[in-house]
Structures are given as C-alpha cells and as structure tokens.
C-alpha cells in the first residue's frame, strides 16, 4: 500500500513538506532574499507584532473570512435550492453563474477595477454624469476591502451554487417528495430536508473558506495593492511586501507562518468534525 | 515520415533540455550567446529592443550574439532567484541602485573596474551617476539612464488664464487656487496603476521643501527624518492633497489617465518623471503640442529657484556565474555608441538616456523632439554641476522606500500624524542604515 502511495507522498514531500519547513525556517533569520541568512531569533515576530499594518492586516482577513462565510454561502444555497426546485432551467443557469469562474482573477480585478468602479471611464462614472453621488469605493480606506470582496463574491459564489446542487441532487427524492406531501414550503424544505442533507459539503466549504481567506491575495494585489493607506491590506498582499518590496525574507516569513497558523487550526477543526461524523455513522 | 510515440516520448526531455541552453552557449555560427533579461516593455518598447539593441548589436560584431528576454514587472524578483540558484542571465538589470544595494552586497554580480578601465566607462558616464553604483571602492554597475521629476503643464491653458509659470510655493498655491476656482485641477496625478506615484510626489516634497542638502544630511545619518524640515514637507503635501491640488480621484486614476487630463486642459499641471517623453498617447513630441515642461521651483525656504532630481531607473551589471562577461561588457560598451544612443532615444524617450559626460548638442537635436532634447539638456548640465536633490527610488533603502510609499497614505486620508509617519521612517531607516542597506550617496561635487 505504500508503495503505491508513494509517488504522491514523494511529490507532496519536495514541493509542500520542504518549501514549508523552510518558510518556517527563515522566519527566524533576517534574510534579504540574497545575501547570507543571519540568525535573529524571534526579531521577525517581535517586529511584526510590533507593526500595527500587521493587526490591521490580520483583522482584515478576519473581516474577509467573516464576509466569505456569510454572504456567497447564502446566495449559493438559495440559489441551488431554487434550481433543485426548477430542473428545467439549470443548464442555462449553471453556465450563467458558473461564468465569472472561468475568467481569468486579472481580468475580473481590471473589470471591476477599469469598467464599474472608475470614476472615469466606469459605471460611477457614468451615474456620477447622471446625477448620482457616487465615489469610488476602492478610492476610500473604510470601504476598499468590501468593494474588493465584492468582486471576489461575483467571481466565486457560482462555484459554491454549483457545488451546493450537486449535493443537494445527491438527497433521495423520497425525502423531498414526502416533505412536500407533508405540506413543507420552499423555506420549511430548505431547512429541514436540504440544509441537513448537504452537511457534510457544507461543512468542507466552510472549511476550505475559512482556510481560502487567510490565504487571498490575488484579487486584493490586482485591485487595491492593499491600500488605500493599508485599507485594504490582508496578511499575503504584507508578506509580499516585505518579500518583494522590502527584501526582507524573513519578515514575509513570520506572516505568512500566522497565515499558515490559521490555516491548520481550521484543517484541524474539519479533521475533528469529520472523526465525529465518522463515530456517528459506525 | 510520421513520428512514434516512443520517439515523441524521447524528444519531449531533448526539447526540455534544449529550452534551458546553459549560459555560455554558443548559436549556430560559433559566436558566444549573451542573455539579458528586460523588464517592462510594451509593444513599441519590445520592437525598438530587437531593431535598436538586439539587431544592431549582432550586426555590429561577429564574436557575441545577444539575446534578450522581456520579463515583465516581475523580472527583480525573478533575479533574485535566478542569482542565488546561480542561473541568471549574463546581463543584469535591476530598477535601480537600491535594487542593486542587496544583489551588489551579496556578491551575485562582479566587479566592472577591469572593463572600466579598458572601456574608459568612469571618463565617459557622469560621475554622480555612475557613483550610484560604487560600493566599497568598487564599480559593481553603469547606469542605464538618468531621469527626474519635472514639472509638466499645459502652456495654451496658462496663456489662456494669463497664468505665470511659478517660481515658488507663494505663485505655485496662487495658480493651483486659481486653477481650483475655474474647475480645473491644479495638478492632473493618479496612482490606480502604480502607487509609485507616490513617491515622485514625496521627491518633490521633501527635496523641495527641506532642501537637498538636508536630504543628503538625513541619508547620510547626520539629520534624523523627524526633524523640522521634513515635518514641513510631509505636512505641505497633506495640505494641498487635503485641498484637492491633485484632484478628487487620485486613487482611481492611473499615470495615463491622469496625464492625459493635463494634455486635454481639465488639469493644469502634472508631477511626472523624464519617462513621460516616451509616451507617445501625450504627444509631446508633436511640434504643436500644447505641453511644456520645466524643473519643480523651491515650495521651501531651503534654497532659491527650481531643482532637478538625481535618478537611475536601471543598472546594468554582469552577473557573478556569467560563462561570457566579456561579451556582456562588449553590450556595455556598443551602448555607448553615437548610433545607438540617438535611435533608442529616437524611437524611445526617456527609457535609455545614458548619462554620458560627453553629450555634444547635435547629438540630442538628431532626435527631433524638443521637449525631451530641452529636458535631457537640464538635466546634464544639472548632474555635471552636482546641482541635484535625490530621487527615493534611487537612495531609498527597501524597507524604508516602501513605508515612504504605502504610510503617506495614511497621512493624507488622516489615518496617522506627520510625526508618526516620520518616526516609522526614521525607525526603519536607522536599522537599515546599521544593516548597510542604503544605496552609496555621489559626492557632493561632481
């Protein structure tokens, strides 16, 4: 069993095992990407506790975490639900929804960035020629991070629909069939025949989101660069900062080892649910 | 004759190999392969690079063949890594000596005294400039170009309005009011695209206001960035970016945009480098163009008259595990040829303005675009003279050029207060000044 296991392990040992123990590594040494490494201890995380960009940063993320397990979760379940209920018109709406998913993260960000939010050539601008008082949310420290995961939302939530209704076609038709002889409205159905017959997937990509948002960068990069005056700013876009910008290894290191710390608490709570699910159904 | 798939199998790591051709390889007709790694280049940029350096140069000889690779934004990244797996082009450019500081540092790139010296590079680059590139008594890079931050302004809309051209802060906040009060924007800038425009403002402030040689005193350790002159600096721009000097929209423009609102007469000026020259969408280089251009009068008390700013976009040095350095010299040295330097500065402006000390006049009227000509002009008699402030891309060290950068957005959107903003600097850069990460200064003379 090993043995065929073993190419996979062999892979995931160079290309995640290694690069992490040496992430984790050159969080303890001062490192400007090529020089000579040089010992610090806990400098790096003293430096970045002592930074208040990285408590904004990690209350961003936080916030972002929060937004991602509400909102597209919710617009997701509704929508599979009502498209379990209209079998007729999933093909035309999947690929609909499915769309924002296929477009490359960079051509999304410019989209928004150039086409919506711009006061010159977007939508802003054209309400603002037609007498709607409308900045541009990326423009504003208080509101970029939102404006920012509002993109993200339109580019994931179809995924998360499609997802949920695969699962939801997985529920017995019986089950359905017999809420509804019992007089079970789309709400009643949804909450006690479709919600708990989806746990299992609802859990993982609760998970997984939890997981995804201490890990975003991309859509944050392309948008904001993380400002305005750090408004925007989550713990990756500071990591590659300090990396790229600032030559400083080790201090993209120390962030990216809280990064990674969140990351496997939420790992470890899917491990605990799951070893939980399975006792349940032994 | 239809190929197996065992012989396609077998070419796949033949093809894999031959993608990855060592350095120091030679091409078909026996010359040695010179690689060159070039960031950012649109188009037009890339087409001059094949016919102005690549063509030209392979023409030029029959001992080296250059090639060379457009890297995009991410090419500094990608040479760092390259140089520590010892797998770099022979040629290496970086954005600057503060780019340079580290690999130079770290030994990655060699020592060019040797060329220099047969070449005769430290008679023909100007000192200030070349100067940048010295570290412990060594030339480790020449530089590619020198570039400032002017003052660019729409003449027609200054005649228009009967605006005089400002010599001082008094007449610079006099036309900017005027400007305001008419609906235009005094000064058309926009960082959506690049918050490096950050800092071209924050050259002119701190340059500006506190005066070069207070700048120089605090690179140099000798002032502390907290102290007066600098307050007034940072607290001049809150003041004008808080009165709407650079309009409403400065986060959601980009360079283009913005500039393109000076061009149209919406803005009335704009705080941009030499590189601007090379964007053709502005037309400056158009004999009926409405723009002009002049270097940024004192917003201080520091010195008298207008400033030019000390900048090095590019280095170029050769890299430490290069298997042809003396090809790579011979690049160096073809770039200082009267041919090439009047058709790169030809076909594009701004990017490759060697700082030559030998600049005779008929070299730069060849180019047929009078603003740059004027500009480049300025600027070469400015560096000769040491009359100069300093740019913070060029002698910024990394840490602190990025808070410069990122922490004055906090100061003007009232996040934080100038002496906050400041002593975060002056925090960062005091580490990195013991850690020997500031970029070598040029000598106070010329």
Partial sequence: MWLFALPALLINVCIILIPAVLTFTAAFFMWDGVGTPVWAGLANFHNMFDDPVFWSALTNNFIWTAIFLTVPVCIALLMAAALLMAPEARIVVQSIIFLPRIIAVAVTGRIFQGMIFSPATGVVAWLNEHGFSISDPLADPDRSLYAVAAVDIWHWWGFLAVVFLAAMRQISIDQIEAARLDGAGFFALFRYVLLPGIRPTLTLMLILTVIWSFQVFEFIFIVTRGGPAYGSEVLATLAYRHAFFEGDVGQAAAAACVMSLFGLCATAAYLWLQRGDDARST | ?446
């Fill in chain 2, 1 to 446: 004759m239809p190929l197996t798939r065992r012989q396609i199998v077998a070419a796949i790591p033949a093809a894999a190999l031959a993608s990855q051709l060592p350095r120091g390889a030679r091409a078909e007709d026996g010359r040695k392969v010179v690689t060159f790694w070039f960031g950012q280049a649109n188009s037009d940029g890339q087409a001059t690079l094949r016919s102005d350096l690549v063509e030209a140069f392979n023409a030029s000889q029959d001992k080296y063949l250059l090639q060379i690779e457009v890297k995009g934004a991410a090419v500094n990244n990608l040479l760092k890594v390259a140089l520590v797996a010892g797998n770099g082009p022979d040629i290496v450019q970086t954005a600057g000596p503060a780019y340079l500081t580290a690999i130079a540092n770290a030994g990655q790139v060699l020592a060019l005294d040797d060329y220099a010296d047969k070449y005769k590079w430290k008679e023909r680059f100007l000192a200030p400039l070349l100067n940048t590139s010295v570290y412990g008594g060594k030339l480790y890079a020449l530089p590619r170009d020198y570039e400032s931050i002017h003052l660019f302004y729409n003449k027609e809309l200054f005649k228009q309005n009967g605006w005089k051209l400002p010599t001082n802060r008094a007449e610079m906040e006099q036309v900017a009011d005027a400007a305001l009060a008419k609906g235009i924007i005094p000064f058309g800038v926009g960082n959506a695209d690049w918050k490096g425009v950050n800092e071209w403002l924050m050259t002119v402030f701190l340059n500006n206001v506190a005066g070069p040689d207070n700048v120089r005193k605090a690179l140099s350790g000798e002032l502390p960035w907290t102290s007066q002159p600098f307050v007034e600096a940072v607290e001049l721009s809150k003041a004008w970016f808080n009165k709407g000097y650079f309009g409403k929209n400065y986060f959601s423009l980009t360079i283009e945009q913005s500039f393109l609102q000076v061009v149209a007469g919406k803005a009335a000026m704009a705080l941009g480098g030499t590189w601007s020259f090379g964007t053709k969408s502005y037309g400056m280089s158009k004999p009926d163009t409405v723009m002009d251009v002049t270097s940024v009068p004192t917003l201080g008390s520091a010195f008298t008259g207008s400033l030019v700013h000390l900048a090095c976009g590019a280095t170029l040095s050769i890299a430490k595990t290069s298997q042809n350095p003396d090809g790579a010299a011979a690049v160096f040295d073809f770039m200082l040829t009267r041919k090439f330097y009047e058709s790169m500065n030809r076909d594009w402006p701004g990017k490759w303005a060697l700082p030559v000390k030998d600049l005779p006049p008929d070299m730069l009227q060849g180019i047929g675009y009078p603003l740059f000509e004027k500009t480049i002009a300025t600027l070469h008699e400015a560096f000769s003279r040491g009359q100069y402030g300093f740019t913070t891309w060029t002698f910024w060290p990394g840490a602190t050029n990025s808070y410069l950068i990122d922490g004055i957005e906090q100061v003007w959107l009232n996040k934080i207060t100038t002496e906050a903003y400041l002593g975060r600097m002056q925090t960062l850069f005091s580490q990195e000044a013991k850690d020997g990460k500031v970029p070598p200064l040029p000598p106070r003379t010329a």
